[in-house]
Each structure stands twice: as C-alpha cells, then as structure tokens.
C-alpha cells in the first residue's frame, strides 16, 4: 500500500512510517523542516528513513496548497497519514500566525488533495488538548469539546470539524486520533521528557507548574504507532464516514511522581523549582479508551517506568549522557 505520511520527520511521523516500511508499504514522506526545533535532529530522524526500501521524501510545506496538489495528482496514495503541524500549546501564545498557516490553511489544502485524489483512509492527528476547559475525567469521545484554552487546541478541534464537513459532502473516509502525551525515543525537545531529563543530567532546575499538582496520560510511543497504524488500516464506514478516537495509556500519572519515575530511569535526582499554572495548560488529561479498544482491538498499556527506561537509554545514547 502507497501512504503518504505528512511530517515524516517528526516524533511520531518518523516512527510511523518506519513501520510502514518495516510491514512492506511504500511510504511518500513529506515534511518542511521547520526550525520549530531543532532541524538537526529532525534530519537525524529522517535519516532513520531514508535509504531504505519503500521510501521517498520531499521536502514541501503543507500550506503550499499547489505544490501539495501536485504531489497527490502525481502520487496518489492509497492512505494518507496527516502527522504534519505546528505542536505546542505555549508556543501558540507566541507565534499564533504559524499555527493558523499548518494547521488550518495546510489541513484544508490536505483536505483538498484528498478530495479530488480520494484515499481509502484519512488518519489525522487531532489531541488531548482539544477537551480544554473540561473537568469530567477519564476524557471520552462523547465530551463537549467546545471550549478550548489555547488556540492549538482550537485549531484541533477545527481539524476535526473540517473533516466531518468533507466527510460528510464527498464520502471521505477519515479518522482523527487525539494523543494523549507521547514520549519515548527521538521525542521533541521542548516536551517535558527531553526537558526533565536535561535538566536531570545537567543539574539543573526542573520547573514544575502549578506546584505540581498536575497529571498526565503518559502514552508510549511504540503503543501510539500499533494504534495508529491499526487505525490506519480499518477505514471510517459510518454516515459521514469520520470518526475521532482517544489515544492514550488510560492511566493519569501525577506530575510529581513522573518526575521520580525520570529520576529512576536516569539514575539521577531532580532540583525543582515550583512555578505557577502556565497560561493555556490543562490541569489534568487521562484518556478513556474503551473506543479504541472496541474498533481495533488495541489500546496503549505500557508502563511508565517501562518506557521511561527505554527513552533514557536512547537519549543518554544521543545526547552522549553518561
């Protein structure tokens, strides 16, 4: 099967589509590079990629609606895998104009390839954050998700209406995944585990928000991609073919003893500096995952204190840690 996976050099683009590749598919990687973060270990992610069989990429920005449309004309991908946008929540307090650019304005340009070049498959990621202002835990699918706190959650949320309004007109089948807190090997640096651990192993501070009375549905990354692709593999049929699933690992973990959890793993202990509640942040995220489950059989179950050795490992490895 040709996929076609948008942000192939990110996070969780990088390790989907080294999936794919490992199943047999043929995978068309796009990505834009953007100096977000760093470009140095998006290039060594992609380097994880290239070379091998199956895999093409392009360098090419989503909103770049021409260039975009030339790609699914030419390529026509039997799934696409839509990974590609500008992350972050507080980031978004600062630089809002990029995030109305990917993932709004680039989102309807994917929505645009897909319509007049259809896929079997849409998967999108959509996220936690778009659940915002709500208080009723574990987070379901069924929630009221109409009020947001920060405008990356807003565009998410957007994400998701945009695909109901194209699923429902031209038959689109589409499928939106709200991550719930992804960590594990080649994670994003400005994420709270490349952060703490940074800190951990240089001594420094850990600044830890709304004096840490917060909790986290820590899910790993290996369970994000099995979901994922399973996902990816079983298209929407209802009416409008679209559907939104949580994924995450069902369990809320407290800021605090996630941070001991870090400090095992790397062997180290934290100094922590107790901040206030940052602008835009949820209290709280923990993942109801019962539909999921139901549709394809899977939900994330790896244990913190699992994955967190195994993200140790790789980023004392990569960041010459000893």
Known sequence: ???????????????????????????IGIDNLSPYYSVELKQARLAQLEGRKGFRFQRLDISEGTALGALFTREKPAAVLHLAAQPGVRYSLENPASYIQANLVGFANILEGCRHNPPRHLVYASSS?????????????????????????????????????????????????????????WGRPEMSPMLFATAIMERKPIQVFNHGDMQRDFTYIDDIVEGTLRVLDKPAAGKPPHDVFNIGNHQAVGLLDYIAAMEKALGKKAVLEMKPMQPGDVRATYADTARLAAAVGFAPSTPLAAGLEKFSAWFKGYYGHG
């Open 1 to 27: 099967m040709k996929v076609l996976v948008t942000g192939c050099a990110g996070f969780i683009g990088m390790h989907c589509a080294a999936r794919l590749l490992e199943r047999g598919d043929e995978v």
């Open 129 to 185: 954050s778009v659940y915002g202002a709500n208080t009723r835990l574990p987070c379901s699918e069924s929630d009221n998700v109409d009020h947001p706190v920060s405008l990356y959650a807003a565009t998410k949320k957007s994400n998701e209406l945009m695909v109901h309004a194209y699923s429902h007109l031209y038959g689109l089948p589409a499928t939106g995944l709200r991550f719930f807190t992804v960590y594990g090997p």
